[in-house]
């Protein structure tokens, strides 16, 4: 049975990823240039289309050109040898050493198909990019970032993504769910994330900044326990003239992830319980309404919908695209503290085209944004194709003080993963966290979060400058 295309590309990422890993634990089977060799072939065979001129290079250096979709051929049949001869011993031979040695007998074969394949793709595109625009598209790799949701344990991410600055790895691409897309829509803002910057806005913030009252007034989400306005990330969110930031506007490319609430479903949907004070206050409001979110978990209810993804939603604010990604359905109604007329107008679009009553958090289709990221680099959103996917998850079951009465809405949240671990190429699962209900933690919860999370990115340093380290051109004579 033949594999679809996209199943062949994901499985074919997939043993990338394992040959890095490998060749980090066992550098002495393989040599370093046939494990270069092996790594070009393996994202030329997954090449469709790219922007020449868009790889090699820091975001505000580029010069890329129109995108160039590839001739097919050459590529299908390099794609079909290496899944015939490498998928098994890269993604079932458990034997690191056996792996490798497996890989190296096929070395070879390997070097003429991938030869034959750039020769056959220059001769055919040699109007549309030379062999250095081909090479620096196939040696050099981007990171892309996938932050998930998790209310309040998601500032961890602030701590991980400061650790890879400190190392020269900076995102090219982020596509962010709920508090992963709040967080993201900050970093995004600067092409070196402002750490600082975002560290002080954050300890600096009040409640009143962010939340009020629930309204009836301006609401562009489902009904919550309290209003999300944002007025606070002004500040962070504008021009020096004060007008807003657009998704378009941003230094790094930045999506944002949200769920429409379908028409057809909308009638269905449980009631919120009557607002009322409770005697251990707002965090135990919160607390109850999160565990109503199982009930939005289904695509009869849900339909996801990427802001940024086109030119047209990337006319949005900022802002807007972080509160209705953030309105957790029954805790967070997003209702701006000021509209803004072109986000408005966008939104009122998608309800239509997608028969739509509301809009809600990103997080109750795809906790872990991964496969709208994969999805986005595919449909050229950066230029390049040629990228690591690092996604990132602080919302799963921990049996702490703070989190174990959450494991119903966790576990429910996890059963989303499977569908997204083939377009991720490495998951950082956060622990411990902050609680999810501590939504505006005090500066200390915020430096142990910060910590946390930059001791965790550790572990993952030495694969990641792995796989982004420039490969060399191999030698085909």
Request: aromatic letters at 6%.
């Amino acid at each position: 049975m033949s594999l679809s295309e996209e199943t062949a590309l994901l499985r074919i990422k997939r043993m990338e990823a394992s040959l890095i890993r490998s060749y980090l634990t066992h550098s002495d089977v393989l040599r370093r240039a046939d494990y270069e060799l092996v790594r070009y072939a393996l994202v030329l065979a997954r090449l469709r289309a790219f922007s020449p001129g868009a790889a090699g290079t820091r975001l505000a250096h580029r010069q890329a050109r129109a995108e160039v979709t590839l001739n097919t051929s050459p590529v299908a049949t390099l794609r079909k040898l290496l899944l015939d001869t490498l998928y098994a011993p890269l993604r079932e031979q458990r034997n690191i050493l056996l792996r490798l040695s497996q890989v190296r007998q096929h070395v070879p074969q390997v070097r003429a198909a991938t030869a034959q394949a750039r020769r056959e793709l220059l001769a055919t595109h040699a109007h549309d990019f030379n062999a250095a625009e081909l090479d620096a598209e196939l040696c050099h790799k981007v990171l892309v970032l996938a932050p998930g949701g998790g209310g309040g344990s998601g500032f961890v991410y602030i701590g991980l993504v400061a650790r890879l600055k400190a190392e020269g790895l900076l995102p090219s691409y982020i596509v962010g769910a709920s508090i992963g897309a709040l967080l993201g829509g900050l970093m995004a803002r600067d092409a070196e994330p402002d750490i600082e910057a975002l560290m002080a806005w954050g300890k600096g913030l009040r409640v009143r900044q962010i939340f009020s009252r629930p309204t009836t007034a301006g609401v562009l989400s489902l009904p919550g326990a309290v209003r999300l306005h944002l007025r606070g990330m002004d500040q962070m969110l504008c021009h020096p003239d004060g007008s807003p930031l657009r998704i378009k506007d941003l230094a790094i490319p930045y999506d944002a992830l949200i769920a429409g609430v379908k028409l057809s479903a909308y009638r269905d949907l449980p009631a919120l319980p009557a607002r009322r004070s409770h005697m251990l206050g707002a965090p135990m409001v919160v607390a109850e309404r999160m565990l109503q979110l199982i009930s939005y978990f289904s695509p009869h209810v849900a339909q996801g919908i990427v802001l940024g993804r086109d030119e047209r939603t990337r006319e949005m604010r900022v802002v807007d695209a972080i509160g209705l990604s953030s309105a957790i359905p029954g805790v967070l109604q997003y209702a701006p503290w000021r509209d803004d007329v072109k986000s408005l107008s966008i939104l009122s679009d998608l309800r239509k085209t997608h028969q739509l009553r509301a809009f809600m958090d990103g997080g109750t289709v795809a906790n872990v944004p991964a496969r709208a990221a994969w999805k986005g680099v595919q449909s050229g959103r950066i230029g390049t194709r040629n990228a690591f996917y690092l996604a990132l998850d602080c919302f799963h079951p921990q049996w702490s003080a703070g989190h174990a009465w959450l494991v119903p809405v966790t576990q429910a949240i996890q059963a989303q993963l499977p569908a997204q671990r083939p377009y991720y190429d490495w998951l950082v699962r956060f622990q411990p966290t902050p609680s999810p209900v501590n939504l505006l933690p005090s500066p200390t919860v915020f430096d142990k979060a910060f910590q946390w999370g930059w001791d965790q990115a550790e572990s993952l340093l030495p694969q990641l400058h792995e796989a982004l380290r420039p490969l060399q051109v191999p030698d085909f004579n």
